[in-house]
């Protein structure tokens, strides 16, 4: 049996859903089943995260060949880096809206 979700953990993830939602969300019930979706969330937007870091960087002027050849060294050290917990915010917030009644619905425990 899990513990149940404290006051304190609830405004948190309140607090987290509202940068996608807006202040609607301090009317939400949260409950186990939120963070669940939450969880979905993240695991779904590691994919566009992983393309995102193939987009290159803009062109800052002088050598094309030199800015190619350091947006190839920029991607491979990107992939290299622990982005355990990192996430683009438009890969969280096109996904954030095709999930909204998923995360209001799952505070009724339906």
Same mark, same amino acid.
């Given at each position: 049996?899990?513990?149940?979700?404290?006051?304190?953990?609830?405004?948190?993830?309140?607090?987290i859903l509202?940068?996608?939602?807006?202040?609607?969300?301090?009317? !939400?019930?949260?409950? /186990?089943?939120?963070?669940?979706?939450?969880?979905?969330?993240?695991r779904e937007?590691?994919?566009?995260?992983?393309?995102?870091?193939?987009?290159?960087?803009?062109?800052?002027?002088?050598?094309?060949?030199? !800015?190619?050849?350091?947006?190839?060294?920029?991607?491979?050290?990107?992939?290299?880096?622990?982005?355990?917990?990192?996430?683009? /915010? /438009?890969?969280?917030?096109?996904?954030?809206?095709?999930?909204?009644?998923?995360?209001?619905m799952s505070?009724?425990?339906?």
């Amino acid at each position: 049996m899990t513990q149940p979700i404290t006051e304190q953990e609830k405004d948190d993830l309140r607090e987290i859903l509202s940068n996608f939602y807006g202040p609607q969300t301090k009317n !939400w019930r949260i409950s /186990i089943k939120t963070f669940k979706v939450l969880e979905a969330l993240i695991r779904e937007t590691k994919v566009c995260d992983r393309m995102m870091n193939l987009v290159p960087r803009p062109f800052g002027g002088g050598s094309v060949v030199k !800015w190619g050849q350091k947006q190839a060294r920029t991607f491979i050290l990107r992939n290299l880096k622990s982005n355990e917990g990192k996430h683009y /915010i /438009i890969c969280m917030r096109v996904k954030a809206a095709s999930m909204r009644t998923q995360f209001y619905m799952s505070g009724f425990d339906i």
